[in-house]
């Protein structure tokens, strides 16, 4: 069972440049049946500024954490294209997880945008472990279609760089 509540005062949800989103999540496992019990909550803020006439700060804070039997499946996963970019996908589990970027955003051409940004976070098991920690800088560059943007990024991260793409928004 999930329980979510979603504030969200965002001026465009594809390509905001003013207001915010808070998303609250509660999920439990086991209550109607199952092989793992446990409860996970979250929180995510996002919020976007405008800087200049049509440049964007766009920042990001999430955390979560676990408790009880949970399986992997369920676990906070951290890496890829929406939460570290630089970093395989789902590569950093566990039940506690910690997210942020900062992304400053700009136009490149006509339904084209650019992205610098940097990621940071991780997710672990037990108690607070900051070694485990992992950042990330890069790259990216979006074209605004009638079908949504399709983005394009290259983070770098302690382990190399990655290209990831995606439909859609990143956050």
């Not at 496992?29 to 919020?47: A, R, V």
């Not at 992997?72 to 294209?81: A, D, P, S, T, V």
Request: charged share 20%.
């Amino acid at each position: 069972i999930t329980l979510e509540h979603v504030t969200d005062t965002r001026d465009n949800i594809y390509n905001p440049t003013t207001g915010g989103r808070i998303n609250l999540a509660a999920e439990f496992g086991g209550m109607l049946g199952g092989d793992f019990t446990f409860q996970k909550y979250s929180i995510e803020h996002q919020n976007f500024f405008k800087a200049g006439h049509v440049q964007v700060w766009a920042w990001r804070a999430k955390c979560g954490v676990g408790y009880g039997d949970i399986s992997e499946f369920n676990k906070f996963r951290i890496g890829g294209q929406d939460t570290l970019r630089g970093y395989r996908d789902d590569q950093f589990r566990g039940n506690r997880m910690a997210l942020g970027t900062i992304e400053y955003r700009f136009p490149l051409f006509s339904k084209v945008q650019g992205a610098l940004f940097t990621d940071w976070g991780s997710a672990w098991d037990d108690g607070f472990k900051p070694d485990k920690f992992h950042g990330s800088v890069g790259v990216g560059v979006a074209l605004n279609t009638p079908l949504g943007p399709l983005r394009l990024d290259y983070g770098r991260g302690s382990q190399g760089g990655r290209v990831h793409f995606s439909v859609g928004g990143v956050f």
